[in-house]
């Protein structure tokens, strides 16, 4: 099975017409945030594909829709001016494609925007998921094969600065539940030789600004 995960800027290889020449076998899509909506439309309808997305720290216009403000109405599901045919999995368990993803979008709070947390409101966040994700564990035999997160893992791929330093959080998810992959975004590559790439444990961690993808039946030792 092949993933296509996409993050932080509109690559000119996705939004290209020959999008489906290069990405036409992918089974899966996953937006690991700071798109645009309507990058996230084209990618579903070119290459017709289902797509699971987390929200970052920016591009937010359409959080409220998907993750209304605790005593808010929820929003019509006839609004079709955001219906984009992609999934929000933030803070969600979800099977697509065979596969189990768990989404945890957000940065690391740094100036009280939306959609960032501090460690403590992340971890409670992960925590939360444990009786999900053991029964996962029980009746699938897996707890989840990927996380799909804005922010990087604390030590992995991340920045000394606040806004784009890791959580702790994540680490222990990976040691105690063994995803086969964490997919991140949030850390902007600019340089080919930059690492997109690490193994930690049991799970292969990804980067996927711009795009990256992902073969399940690969080798990333």
């Not at 937006?31 to 970052?56: H, K, Q």
Request: glycine share 8%; proline share 7%; with cysteine.
């Amino acid at each position: 099975m092949k993933l296509l995960c996409i993050a932080d800027t509109v690559d000119p290889l996705v939004d290209s017409p020959a999008v489906r020449e290069r990405f036409g076998d992918v089974d899966l899509t996953l937006g690991a945030g700071d798109l645009p909506m309507e990058y996230l439309s084209y990618v579903v309808s070119a290459l017709n594909r289902p797509l699971l997305f987390v929200f970052g720290n920016h591009n937010l216009g359409d959080l409220p829709h998907y993750r209304p403000a605790p005593g808010s109405p929820p929003p019509s599901p006839h609004d079709l001016s955001r219906d984009v045919g992609a999934t929000y999995v933030g803070f969600k368990l979800l099977r697509e494609a065979d596969l189990i993803v768990m989404g945890l979008g957000g940065s690391l709070r740094y100036n009280d925007g939306q959609n960032q947390f501090t460690q403590a409101e992340m971890w409670a966040r992960v925590l939360a998921k444990i009786p999900a994700l053991l029964w996962n564990r029980l009746v699938r035999g897996r707890a989840v094969d990927v996380v799909l997160t804005h922010a990087p893992p604390r030590g992995i791929h991340d920045r000394p600065d606040r806004c784009h330093r890791g959580f702790d959080a994540f680490l222990w998810l990976m040691r105690a539940f063994r995803p086969r992959f964490l997919v991140h975004g949030h850390v902007h590559l600019y340089d080919a030789k930059e690492r997109r790439v690490t193994r930690y444990r049991d799970t292969v961690v990804v980067n996927a600004y711009g795009h990256a993808v992902l073969d399940t039946e690969a080798s990333y030792d």
